[in-house]
């Protein structure tokens, strides 16, 4: 697990790889990622947008960008967290993926972006 901490945010991330929907020799590997944003701040916020930059290990790099999360726009009331599963997928056995989340506290309107910490996509038999 990976976490980090922006402006009272934290952001952990867990990965698992999906053999089960990868179809390796068609260059097709799926990965499941599940994020817990917890609200440390004293402000309730909400979630606007996400911006990934994704990284495949044949040189290659995408941008996915858009509102929310899974279709929601949590509000993360202070000491309250929201968790997610999404998923991902490369053309390779490795990759990393990184981004932010666009977030707004609700007192007062201010926007601010909470950086989400990189990761790897890995096929567990490609580490041994």
């Known amino acids: 697990m ?7 945010i934290k952001i952990s991330v867990e990965t698992l790889y999906q053999p089960e929907y990868s179809n390796p020799t068609g260059e097709h590997f799926m990965y499941a990622y599940q994020i817990r944003i917890e609200n440390l701040s004293d402000y309730s916020i909400q979630l606007l947008r996400r911006k990934w930059l994704i990284f495949d290990s044949n040189g290659t790099h995408r941008e996915v960008e ?4 899974v279709g929601l726009q949590p509000i993360i009331d202070p000491g309250e967290s929201h968790e997610y599963v999404s998923g991902c997928n490369l053309r390779t056995e490795i990759g990393t993926m990184k981004g932010h989340y666009r977030m707004q506290r609700l007192i007062d309107g201010r926007l601010f972006d909470v950086n989400i910490p990189e990761f790897q996509l890995y096929c567990p038999y490609k580490m041994n």
């Open 2 to 8: 990976v976490t980090k901490i922006t402006d009272g």
């Open 66 to 69: 858009g509102e929310g999360v």
